[in-house]
């Protein structure tokens, strides 16, 4: 009988793991199957979808837009530009503060941006940690800057989740269509790359010099100037 009692208590163990297992993996399939739809939302809408503010693609699609607005035979010699915003070390912050809790911090920033923005420029969230604003206005030196810097004090304000306080830096880049770049994709690189460029420096020019329009923010609100993307460093 003591046998019994046990083989029928391995039975029902082995029957509550089985259950256990097709639970996790209909939990897992599901989760995996949000994920994939959420991307397929994000590639045909063109909107990212933790922010709702419009993706990588979206905004390539709009300077695309912008271009061929100048190149037609009627066009006015449009001038624009991109401000490339990235979150210092957010890989790091990432790792730790968690997925949920950097989700809810950059839904705040978003909506913090959204707020900021004017209504004639394009915001996005181009990649986790990384804004950009399309800037279709005739700005340039200085107001250009300042534009950029106001974004960029905006995310420096403290954020409060979960009961914790924390406060965030940034880095800057700019490119401004035709001065920088003629494409798409060229223009949108020239900012990262100056934003990138910008990150730990601490050079400062009390001028923006018109020998080079793309120049990068570092996060203690420096000026540095590049006369060549392509240069040697």
Same mark, same amino acid.
């Given at each position: 009988?003591?046998?019994?009692?046990?083989?029928?208590e391995?039975?029902?163990?082995n029957?509550?793991?089985k259950?256990?297992?097709?639970?996790?993996?209909?939990?897992?399939?599901?989760?995996?199957?949000?994920?994939?739809?959420?991307?397929?939302?994000?590639?045909?809408?063109g909107?990212d979808?933790?922010?709702t503010?419009?993706?990588?693609?979206?905004?390539?699609?709009?300077?695309?837009?912008?271009?061929?607005?100048?190149l037609?035979?009627?066009?006015?010699?449009v001038?624009?530009?991109?401000?490339?915003?990235?979150?210092?070390?957010f890989?790091?912050?990432s790792?730790r503060?968690?997925?949920?809790?950097t989700?809810?911090?950059?839904?705040?920033? @978003?909506?913090?941006?959204r =707020? /900021?923005?004017a209504?004639?420029?394009?915001l %996005?969230?181009? *990649?986790?940690?990384?804004f950009? +604003?399309?800037?279709?206005?005739?700005?340039?030196?200085e107001?250009?800057?300042d534009y950029?810097?106001?974004f960029?004090?905006?995310?420096f304000e403290s954020?409060?989740?979960?009961?914790?306080v924390f406060?965030?830096t940034?880095?800057a880049?700019i490119?401004?269509y035709?001065?920088? @770049?003629?494409f798409s994709? =060229? /223009?949108?690189?020239?900012a990262?790359?100056? %934003?990138?460029? *910008?990150i730990g420096?601490?050079? +400062?020019?009390s001028?923006?010099?018109?020998?080079?329009?793309?120049?990068?923010?570092?996060?203690?609100?420096?000026?540095t100037?590049?006369?060549?993307?392509n240069?040697?460093?």
């Amino acid at each position: 009988n003591r046998n019994y009692v046990l083989s029928e208590e391995n039975k029902a163990i082995n029957e509550s793991l089985k259950r256990t297992s097709l639970i996790a993996k209909h939990t897992r399939e599901l989760e995996e199957s949000k994920v994939t739809s959420a991307i397929e939302f994000s590639k045909n809408t063109g909107i990212d979808t933790l922010t709702t503010l419009p993706n990588r693609n979206k905004i390539l699609k709009q300077i695309e837009k912008y271009i061929d607005d100048d190149l037609r035979p009627d066009g006015r010699n449009v001038q624009f530009s991109v401000i490339y915003i990235c979150i210092d070390s957010f890989g790091d912050i990432s790792r730790r503060l968690g997925h949920r809790t950097t989700d809810l911090f950059l839904q705040g920033i @978003a909506h913090r941006l959204r =707020e /900021l923005a004017a209504a004639q420029d394009m915001l %996005a969230h181009v *990649s986790p940690g990384e804004f950009v +604003v399309l800037v279709k206005r005739n700005m340039v030196g200085e107001e250009l800057v300042d534009y950029a810097n106001m974004f960029r004090r905006k995310i420096f304000e403290s954020f409060k989740c979960d009961d914790a306080v924390f406060v965030m830096t940034t880095s800057a880049g700019i490119s401004t269509y035709p001065n920088d @770049a003629r494409f798409s994709g =060229e /223009l949108l690189r020239s900012a990262e790359i100056a %934003a990138n460029h *910008s990150i730990g420096n601490t050079s +400062v020019f009390s001028e923006i010099k018109t020998v080079a329009s793309n120049f990068g923010l570092n996060s203690a609100g420096n000026t540095t100037l590049f006369s060549s993307l392509n240069e040697e460093e």
